[in-house]
Nanobody, 123 residues
Framework: QVQLVESGGGLVQAGGSLRLSCAAS???????MGWFRQAPGKEREFVAA????????RYGDSVNGRFTISRDNAKNTVYLQMNSLKPEDTAVYYC?????????????????WGQGTQVTVSS
């Protein structure tokens, strides 16, 4: 069983930065970790994913070049560094994990989810 706890959300002005953290419990050395987001009235959207063992990363088109996913093996934590934030980045951000090293981009491909953290970007 894997448990995920996100933190780091908040209110920021457009153009600013935030770093989200996702602390994981359980054995995740062979997992793929992902970040998704969901804005009010919209479907959950893929943001980024990283392989726990290979460092391979992928990004959604809307955040590519602005967001960076990384992880700290010693702390069992995944991060999402968000720069050049825009009002359209406003959403609840969720951390997710799937139990293999396949890079997947759909909500249904992930087995474990955190409770989410709110990010609000003001214009």
């Amino acid at each position: 069983q894997v448990q995920l706890v996100e933190s780091g959300g908040g209110l920021v002005q457009a153009g600013g930065s935030l770093r989200l953290s996702c602390a994981a419990s359980g054995r995740i050395s062979s997992y793929t970790m992902g970040w998704f987001r969901q804005a009010p009235g919209k479907e959950r959207e893929f943001v980024a994913a990283i392989s726990w063992s290979t460092y391979s990363a992928r990004y959604g088109d809307s955040v590519n070049g602005r967001f960076t996913i990384s992880r700290d093996n010693a702390k069992n934590t995944v991060y999402l560094q968000m720069n050049s934030l825009k009002p359209e980045d406003t959403a609840v951000y969720y951390c997710a994990a799937r139990g293999d090293l396949l890079m997947k981009f759909r909500e249904r491909d992930y087995d474990y989810w955190g409770q989410g953290t709110q990010v609000t970007v003001s214009s």
